[in-house]
Every structure is written in structure tokens, then in C-alpha cells.
């Protein structure tokens, strides 16, 4: 058991909860920030992680639930933290339930009054005490079957809507379900320093069981683990990399060789990157383009900790990629900045804020990168366009509106095939789905420079 009391456990909570939700960044790094100044261990971080990820998953379900209560307005008219902490009393009282609805509500009061006032403790202690004996069950009670999936799974509904027009009613459920499972741990056998076999053996001393993937050989599913990986010591080392099976099948349809100059767009923190370096057999030249100065930091850092000697980093927007590297590459791939809706289930956080607008704002930003890097392809050169995107947007009409305007590029199978043909017609294209194939939700395209 974690030695972890509760109102020091709430207070973590709410504190990684809401400034997540103010910044918009990821759950990592809302973590990285409350603990940097701590050392709590590692088992603590765990359990303060599962109990965000817990009201992430359901935090639509809570907050109906807190606006049901109210007698007027939503639970959005409050700051964050007086709102998270109604989120994780009422995820305690009706999901959790693993602590007496008045232990909970106390404990909320307390911390609304330690880092509040005693106004919001006394509005605190007025709602939960009405919601210790609400019925979860009424904030389903409506006839939009859209609506009431999305409270269910706790997903924006534009969103629900939108997939339930994809794939239909009984597929949409089946990826709701999925994105509220707990993702799957995928790594990835770093071969410049180890082979798979003897990684295997050394995860087991260190109390980590893994299973082979049956479609990429130097992919691991962790199925068992007495540390989280990043803890381990064979992480630190650089034996392997934690790293989504999606995301490692871009790397193999791109099939870089030894000596090849691959130019890597959007390449940071690098896992793309660093499996491109592995299949290369650390021979050649990559060059890894990201806008962002602090990410590309990370980049170097995990190149260094993997044994990765050719990569050359640059700093810069990649729609300005013609006019500042004067190459023509052997491969180029793409994996522009996305919505994220194939993230769902490993970064729930973002379902607090994409919107329905973003998507358009975000293909109208991957057609400009992909037309710029498409410039620096030499003939008989190869072009992947990969995201993690849902959206049919980002990702089919894209690549459509390419092929349609780019008469020197051609659409190939994106092989190793081991997803679904992409919609729209693009047969050649795959997509990966979290219910199908235990990954994000990630879309792959292939194309050839012809001339």
C-alpha cells in the first residue's frame, strides 16, 4: 500500500489537475512541475497519476453531475482549483468509492479552506453534502444518444457525433470504452546498444514482464512491472525507448537504409527520430527539424542516452524548410502537430480543451508542412505523412487534396500492413485503432516522388 494520506493525496491532485487545465499542457508535465520541487517517490507519483487519470476518464460524468447540484450556472464558472477539488470529491463519493462519502467531503472543506478562503469552503461543503446523495445515474437520464455517450466516456461530443458518423453507433462505443481503459505500455528494443532477446532477460531481473509483438519484432508490450520503466535502470541506460506500436510502424513504412539522408519534420522528443537512427544502423544522416527549442533539448538528450550519433538538429519552422535546407533527402517523414484525438486514452487531459474548431486549424498548418517537405524529396524518394489524429480532416483529405495538386507524387501501400485501409477510398493508407489494435488512435500514408 502507498503510505499516501488523503488530504495531502487531494492536494496533489488538485494541484496537478488545475494547472493542467490552465496551461493546456500534458499530464506529464503538470506532474513534472508539482514534484520537481519534491522527492516523494515513485510510488506516491504513481498513485496521484491513477487518481488524475481516474477523473480524467470520467470528468464529464463529474462535472454534470456538480452542474445537476447547482442551482444555476456549470461548474465552469469557478477557478480551477475550487473546481477540482468538487472533481476529485465527487470522483471519490460515486467511482472510487474506496473512502466514506463524509471522510471525503471533510477533507475537501479542509483543502478548500487551506488553499482558498473559507467562502469556497463553505460552498464546497454545501454541494457535496447535497451530492453524497445524488443518484450518478440522472446525468444520463437524456434522449441525445450522442450526448449520453459522451457523458458516459466523459469525451467532448463534437467529438462522439463525429465518430458515430465515421465508424458508427456500436464501433464508437467500443473506442470509447478502449480510450478509458488504461493504455497499454509499448517499448521499444533500442538495437544500437542491445539485442531483443538479452533486454528480455535483463527486464526480467529487474521485476518486468513483457510479451513479443506478433507484427514488429523489436516492439515489447509491458504486462508486469514492479517499477514504472522510466524508473528502471536499463531505461537510463538506453536499452530501450517507451515508445507507442503506432508510432514505431511509421518508423518501418518509411524502411530508411544504412547511409541514407532521412530529414525527420516535427522530429522532437525524438522517438521517431531515434528508431530511424536503429533501422539505419547508426549510419547516415538524419536531420531533425522542430520549431520548438525546449522540446528539441529533450531530443538531444535522448539521442545522447541511446547511442544515436547522426542526427544533425534544426531549430526552425518546418513550412520554412525549402527556402533553409537546400537538400534533396532520400526520405522524408512528416508527423505534423495534430489534435490529438487519437491520444484519448494515454493523454485524456486533452479532451478538456480540443475543440471542434482546432481540427480545421490544425490541417490548414499539416497541408503547409507537408507541401514544404514534399519540396526537399528527391525523385524516387519517399514521403511519409503520419498522425495521431481521428479526424478525417488531418489525414485522408490531406492526403487526397496532395495527390490531387502534386502530379510528381504517388500514393503507396504503406507497408508493413497490419491496420485498416484508410477511409475516403485511400486504400493505401492504414489506420490504427485503440479497440482494434491496442495502440493511439494513428493514421500512416506512403508516397513516392516520380517526377
Known amino acids: 500500500m502507498v503510505e499516501l494520506k488523503l488530504p495531502r493525496r487531494y492536494e496533489y491532485v488538485v494541484s496537478v489537475l488545475s494547472r493542467v487545465e490552465r496551461r493546456k499542457i500534458p499530464l506529464k508535465s503538470g506532474l513534472e512541475d508539482i514534484f520537481s520541487g519534491e522527492s516523494p517517490g515513485w510510488r506516491i507519483r504513481s498513485a496521484v497519476t491513477a487518481h488524475v487519470l481516474g477523473i480524467l476518464r470520467n470528468y464529464r460524468l463529474i462535472d454534470q453531475a456538480i452542474n445537476l447540484t447547482l442551482k444555476k450556472g456549470s461548474v465552469h464558472m469557478f477557478k480551477p482549483e475550487l473546481r477540482n477539488i468538487l472533481r476529485v470529491a465527487v470522483y471519490d463519493i460515486h ?19 487551506k488553499i482558498l478562503d473559507n467562502n469556497a469552503a463553505r460552498l464546497v461543503n454545501a454541494l457535496l453534502r447535497q451530492i453524497e446523495g445524488f443518484k450518478i445515474e440522472k446525468v444520463l437520464e437524456r434522449e441525445d444518444k450522442a450526448e449520453v455517450l459522451a457523458l458516459k466516456y466523459s469525451h467532448p461530443t463534437w467529438f462522439v457525433r463525429y465518430i458515430m458518423e465515421l465508424l458508427g453507433e456500436e464501433e464508437t462505443i467500443k473506442l470509447l470504452g478502449a480510450n478509458n481503459s488504461p493504455a497499454p505500455v509499448w517499448i521499444r528494443v533500442n538495437t544500437i546498444k542491445i539485442d531483443r532477446d538479452r533486454l528480455i532477460k535483463i527486464l526480467e531481473k529487474e521485476g518486468t514482464k513483457v510479451t513479443l509483438d506478433t507484427d514488429l519484432p523489436e516492439v515489447l508490450k509491458v504486462v508486469e512491472s514492479k517499477k514504472p520503466p522510466v524508473r528502471l535502470s536499463s531505461f537510463s541506460k538506453g536499452l530501450f525507448y517507451i515508445q507507442d506500436k503506432a508510432s514505431v510502424l511509421a518508423g518501418h513504412v518509411l524502411n530508411p537504409k544504412p547511409g541514407e539522408l532521412i530529414v525527420d519534420v516535427c522530429a522532437a522528443p525524438g522517438g521517431k527520430t531515434s528508431h530511424i537512427a536503429q533501422l539505419m544502423e547508426n549510419e547516415g544522416k538524419i536531420i531533425a527539424v522542430d520549431v520548438s527549442r525546449l522540446r528539441m533539448k529533450a531530443l538531444k538528450n535522448n539521442m545522447k542516452r541511446l547511442g544515436v ?32 484525438t487519437g491520444n484519448f486514452r494515454s493523454r485524456p487531459e486533452v479532451r478538456l480543451w480540443v475543440k471542434k474548431k482546432d481540427v480545421k486549424r490544425f490541417a490548414k498548418l499539416q497541408w503547409e508542412i507537408l507541401r514544404a517537405a514534399a519540396e526537399i524529396v528527391k525523385e524516387n524518394g519517399v514521403l511519409v505523412y503520419s498522425t495521431c489524429s481521428m479526424t478525417l480532416e488531418e489525414n485522408e483529405y490531406i492526403i487526397k487534396k496532395f495527390i490531387e495538386n502534386t502530379s510528381s507524387f504517388k500514393i503507396v501501400r504503406a507497408e508493413p500492413f497490419i491496420g485498416r485501409p484508410g477511409f475516403n477510398n485511400l486504400m493505401d493508407a492504414q489506420r490504427l485503432f485503440p479497440y482494434l489494435h491496442n495502440t493511439e488512435g494513428f493514421f500512416i500514408a506512403k508516397l513516392v516522388k516520380i517526377g
Do not use: F, G
Open 95 to 113: 467511482i472510487r468509492r474506496m473512502v466514506p462519502a463524509r471522510t471525503v467531503t471533510m477533507v475537501a472543506v479542509n483543502l478548500a479552506k
Open 309 to 340: 550519433k547522426i542526427v544533425e538538429t534544426k531549430v526552425m519552422d518546418a513550412r520554412d524548410i525549402p527556402k533553409k535546407l537546400k537538400i534533396e533527402a532520400d526520405r522524408v517523414i512528416v508527423d505534423p502537430t495534430c489534435s490529438s
